[in-house]
């Protein structure tokens, strides 16, 4: 079987940034709080003129210029993301056009914060059968239009931001060895935004009702997403025959600091081989797992051969983990 391998990674964030001391002028919280809670102590802010689907075409563009290709040679895109550009059509399709990658297919993937995961399994499928050589797959957010400035309690977590990821064929039996998906709706009720779709169509009473905002049990949440994060990497992990020590880099959703390193200790993977950003970007949902793989990337972190994982976990729940030997 043909493997897909990460040919290019690209990432754009909003120059403007957030910072705690910011946040704690705006909402009833402290600079302490959230850093010593989260880990977090800034995040990227989109500014109105930017929608979902400019800070995709950025990373995609970097993504793209890194593995050496141009849009025309794109022949799928998808878009992980919780908070597009329009409820319709798909910002997928924005993306699409404003790149000028005119042969595409495109789609968007809506699995929260799992989105990377989601987005680069689907992807990597299309090269694996052979349909596709070139497939873009992106994770783009903004979530400062999705949570409530006045909930302290999860307007602090959250940032904006955009990375991608180009795939194509490996050659040497490197890429993306596996990837596991999975869902539990359940608990949908501990992460969710209740208005807006057809349960509760926007009208006056959704919206006067804050409806349209980010909604989350913050503990449940929390406890959620240490067991799936650790459970579905060990599970990817024994099924393709590793052990943990023998991963080199271990690239998790970053929702807060606390989760990293819980779910790192349940793991055994030390902290050294873990990639943590999200004392700098927040949680950025869609885009969080691929912005911290290009900034390793860009600071010569992943070497040929090495052995990464990559997990994720969000809203709905989803969750998910993919196993790469990076060629
Ligand atoms: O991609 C997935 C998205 N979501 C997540 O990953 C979130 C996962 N959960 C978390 O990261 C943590 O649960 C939080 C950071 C949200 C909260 O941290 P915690 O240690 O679980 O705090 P808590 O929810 O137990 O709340 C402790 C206290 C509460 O006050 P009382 O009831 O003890 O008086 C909250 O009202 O902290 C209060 N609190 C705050 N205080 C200051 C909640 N948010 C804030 C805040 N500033 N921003």
Same mark, same amino acid.
């Given at each position: 079987?043909?493997?897909?391998?990460?040919?290019?990674?690209?990432?754009?964030?909003?120059?403007?940034?957030?910072?705690?001391?910011?946040v704690?002028?705006?909402v009833d919280t402290?600079?302490?709080w959230i850093?010593?809670r989260t880990?977090i102590?800034?995040?990227?802010?989109?500014?109105?003129?930017?929608?979902?689907?400019?800070?995709?075409? &950025? +990373?995609?563009?970097?993504?793209? %210029?890194?593995? /050496?290709?141009?849009?025309? #040679?794109?022949? =799928?895109?998808?878009? !992980?993301?919780?908070?597009?550009?329009?409820?319709?059509?798909?910002?997928?399709?924005?993306?699409?056009?404003?790149?000028?990658?005119?042969?595409?297919?495109?789609?968007?993937?809506?699995?929260?914060?799992?989105?990377?995961?989601?987005?680069?399994?689907?992807?990597?499928?299309?090269?694996?059968?052979?349909?596709?050589?070139?497939?873009?797959?992106?994770?783009?957010?903004?979530?400062?239009?999705?949570v409530d400035w006045n909930d302290r309690a999860t307007c602090v977590l959250f940032?904006?931001?955009? &990375? +991608?990821?180009?795939?194509?064929? %490996?050659?040497? /039996?490197?890429?993306?060895? #596996?990837?596991? =998906?999975?869902?539990? !709706?359940?608990?949908?009720?501990w992460l969710?935004?209740?208005?807006?779709?057809?349960?509760?169509?926007?009208?006056?009473?959704?919206?006067?009702?804050?409806?349209?905002y980010l909604r989350m049990r913050g503990d449940e949440v929390f406890?959620?997403?240490?067991?799936?994060?650790?459970?579905?990497?060990?599970?990817?992990?024994?099924?393709?025959?590793?052990?943990?020590?023998?991963?080199?880099?271990?690239?998790?959703?970053?929702a807060n600091?606390?989760?990293?390193?819980?779910?790192?200790?349940?793991?055994?993977?030390?902290?050294?081989?873990?990639?943590?950003?999200?004392?700098?970007?927040?949680n950025?949902?869609?885009?969080?797992?691929?912005?911290?793989?290009?900034?390793?990337?860009?600071?010569?972190?992943?070497?040929?051969?090495?052995?990464?994982?990559?997990?994720?976990?969000?809203?709905?729940?989803?969750?998910?983990?993919?196993?790469?030997?990076?060629?």
């Amino acid at each position: 079987m043909t493997r897909a391998r990460i040919a290019g990674v690209g990432a754009y964030v909003p120059p403007r940034v957030l910072t705690n001391a910011e946040v704690a002028a705006r909402v009833d919280t402290t600079e302490e709080w959230i850093v010593q809670r989260t880990g977090i102590r800034e995040r990227h802010i989109a500014d109105e003129t930017e929608a979902t689907s400019d800070l995709a075409v &950025a +990373a995609a563009r970097q993504a793209l %210029a890194r593995a /050496g290709l141009v849009p025309e #040679d794109v022949e =799928l895109i998808v878009v !992980g993301t919780s908070r597009g550009d329009m409820p319709f059509p798909s910002t997928a399709n924005f993306v699409q056009h404003k790149l000028g990658a005119r042969r595409a297919g495109a789609m968007d993937v809506f699995a929260a914060c799992a989105g990377s995961v989601y987005s680069l399994s689907i992807g990597a499928q299309y090269i694996e059968t052979g349909k596709y050589r070139t497939v873009l797959t992106i994770g783009a957010e903004i979530y400062s239009r999705l949570v409530d400035w006045n909930d302290r309690a999860t307007c602090v977590l959250f940032g904006d931001g955009a &990375a +991608a990821t180009v795939l194509r064929p %490996a050659t040497d /039996g490197s890429g993306i060895l #596996d990837a596991d =998906l999975y869902s539990d !709706g359940r608990h949908w009720e501990w992460l969710y935004v209740p208005g807006g779709g057809s349960k509760h169509p926007t009208s006056h009473e959704t919206v006067d009702g804050r409806l349209h905002y980010l909604r989350m049990r913050g503990d449940e949440v929390f406890k959620a997403a240490v067991r799936m994060l650790a459970e579905s990497s060990l599970a990817i992990l024994e099924k393709n025959g590793y052990a943990p020590e023998q991963v080199d880099l271990f690239i998790p959703h970053q929702a807060n600091v606390r989760i990293i390193e819980a779910v790192a200790k349940r793991l055994g993977v030390p902290m050294d081989r873990v990639v943590v950003d999200v004392d700098r970007y927040g949680n950025t949902a869609s885009a969080s797992v691929y912005l911290a793989l290009e900034e390793a990337w860009s600071q010569g972190r992943v070497r040929p051969g090495d052995l990464v994982l990559l997990a994720s976990f969000g809203g709905g729940f989803t969750w998910g983990a993919a196993l790469v030997q990076w060629s």
